[in-house]
């Protein structure tokens, strides 16, 4: 137990898991922002070229990670956003909207589009029927959405290796470069937290809408 009371005494970690959190739930909570509103949208409008929107939203699911960092380093490097704390969040979002869209369609494949035409009936005004009806039915869904968001980036090497900076390193970049350096149980131990972390949130995803769900299984 010695090499987890270790991790406390090596500062770069702790700051790494510290930028790992921050970015992570920034980058979530703009995934379920910008991901809800895409879902609702596929779903629910006629939109032209509605399927050709849907491919490019969750093109990330099927573009090798690799391959999407090098295509960002290169637009980014121009825009002066290579490097940044700017680029490395829209990075993030980039690669967890696609999981929120996924997980809200699902939740709304099921959905019952009369309660929503019966709330209008009775005058709820369309803001109120999204508080009151839509976004409660819907809501697990959601939550799912940005936890698995929250995991995607706080768990992510391949995009940030990229995007990151001297100044700016998350947890998994930080145990990316100790390894290359020495190994030693410290990597273990860190790595195991960091494990036990993604299994607590994908518990939860399980209990709130079904890992399989977004891969088109059972729950």
């Given at each position: ?37 895409g879902a609702l949208a596929i779903a629910k409008y ?52 696609p999981y929120v869209i996924r997980l809200v369609l ?75 350096d020495a190994y030693d149980p410290l990597v273990a ?31």
């Open positions: 137990m010695q090499w987890y009371t270790k991790i406390l005494e090596r500062p770069e970690f702790m700051t790494a898991l510290a930028n790992s959190a921050k970015f992570a739930l920034i980058a979530a909570f703009f995934s379920v922002l910008f991901g809800t509103l006629d939109i032209p070229g509605k399927a050709f929107i849907t491919a490019l939203l969750t093109s990330p699911l099927s573009v090798p990670q690799l391959v999407l960092g090098v295509a960002l380093l290169i637009y980014f490097t121009p825009l002066m956003l290579a490097g940044t704390g700017t680029g490395f969040l829209i990075a993030h979002i980039i690669i967890c909207i699902t939740g709304l494949s099921g959905f019952d589009y009369n309660l929503e035409r019966a709330a209008a009936i009775l005058g709820a005004s369309p803001a109120t029927v999204f508080w009151k009806v839509t976004l409660p039915l819907i809501r697990p869904a959601i939550i799912s959405g940005g936890l698995f968001a929250f995991l995607t980036s706080f768990d992510n090497v391949t995009v940030s290796l990229f995007m990151v900076s001297p100044d700016m390193r998350t947890l998994p970049i930080e145990i990316f470069s100790h390894m290359q131990s860190i790595s195991s937290v960091v494990i036990f972390i993604s299994i607590i949130l994908i518990v939860i995803l399980e209990k709130l809408q079904g890992v399989g769900k977004m891969f088109g299984g059972t729950h």
